[in-house]
């Protein structure tokens, strides 16, 4: 039988091999929603890096730079870590470079597995569908905040887990935790993310809209899986349902 | 306002400073359950080791020993994780020299803390009295399994951080999943905690009725503390109650 596990941050990456598995990279606020959009957006390519610099030196190769470090724009680039920019016309067939504080640096940890996939609450039914489609091993990968968990995330790997858990086998606590908070989330996310102390640190930097866009479900179709250094459109998915955007 | 925080596992020490806090470490399953045990039951000193090595070291110097690996008692050591091996006559006013799979590195990673206790729900009213009348943040560090994180550890520092959330500040993300996690489990630790893997893993070596006293609350006064090397009954409690088994 195959297995789900979760990995609650990427500071414990060392524990939790990938190699042979599918990797779900989640940062729910706002990382993987934002990617998750671009691409349902129609966006070409976004390619995570993990300094300001790398960033920068894609500018000049003519990509749009998106850049964010603790919840804020960073001064210099095109644009922050807001989904609602990846939604413009003028993303549509373009290469974004996007560094975040703790999404991007995830992704590139993972990139030995045998795929990685870009996971939110706006694509959940569809990373659940393609999981259960795929022989292989799955790990969802909480990016966390800055080593530490946080609840978004874990929730989000607690709704993958209630979706495969008929076909997976739940190998470690990490997963059942993860899937105890989120049956008890699950009625009211954003009620019981209120307390938590990453949503309160985005509250300080006024993104509720942001917030809400970020917890709404099934939104999309799209699967962003990753081919070498840049997350594109899952071809699969594209060519099984045509239109992506639901 | 005093912190509350909680590291669900040592592999993630290196984010939460110890220094200045009282640090409670916490492994239900069976290593902190058998301290408190022990020290109730009138052990006279308790020294936590890594090794095999060092512990099979402190037996030629008098030391009673008690090793486990992997949930079994390790060859040629006097008792093995259980803690009714503590309640026994001949353990009265001795010196243990105990090592466990996760336990005993937990607490030799934080003796840099300005205090180091031992938890258990065992224990747990007397852990949280006592937290609340000293003047120091507070972090419950968990000794999960093998660097993961566990179920069991992770409900008790839910437990502790229910018992102070009133008097401390809740900084970060793993204090509010622990809550929550405790507040659903805590009317059925047994039921809930019967899926998780670390249960099931030790409900393979039949020791369900040492997985049923661990989990059992408020049995004992007693507050296991770390002087220099080794775990003591501390003074203030035993002063304060004289009798410490209630």
Known sequence: MRQIDVCLTP???HLYPVEGKVVVVVDILRATSCMTTGIAYGVSKIIPVATLE????????????????????????????SPFSYMEESMRGKTVAVTTTNGTL???KCKTARAVVIGSFLNRAAIIQYLKNQPYDVLVVC????????????????????????????EHDAALASLALFRQAK??????????????????LDIDKDIDYCLSMDEYDVIP???GDALVLNEEVLAENGVVKK
Chains 1, 2 share one sequence.
């Open 106 to 108: 995830a992704i590139s």
């Open 187 to 204: 009625g009211n996310m954003r009620g019981f993310l209120n307390t938590c102390s990453h949503v309160r640190r985005l509250k300080n």
């Open 54 to 81: 790398e960033c920068a030196a894609l500018k000049k190769q003519g990509c749009i730079t998106a850049a964010e470090r603790d919840g804020k724009k960073a001064d210099g680039f095109d644009i922050g870590n």
């Open 225 to 227: 899986i990753l081919v």
């Open 11 to 13: 500071e414990l990456l």
């Open 143 to 170: 990016a966390g905040w800055k080593g530490k968990i946080n609840l978004e995330d874990t929730l989000f790997a607690g709704a993958v887990v209630e979706g495969l858990k008929e076909d997976f086998f739940i």
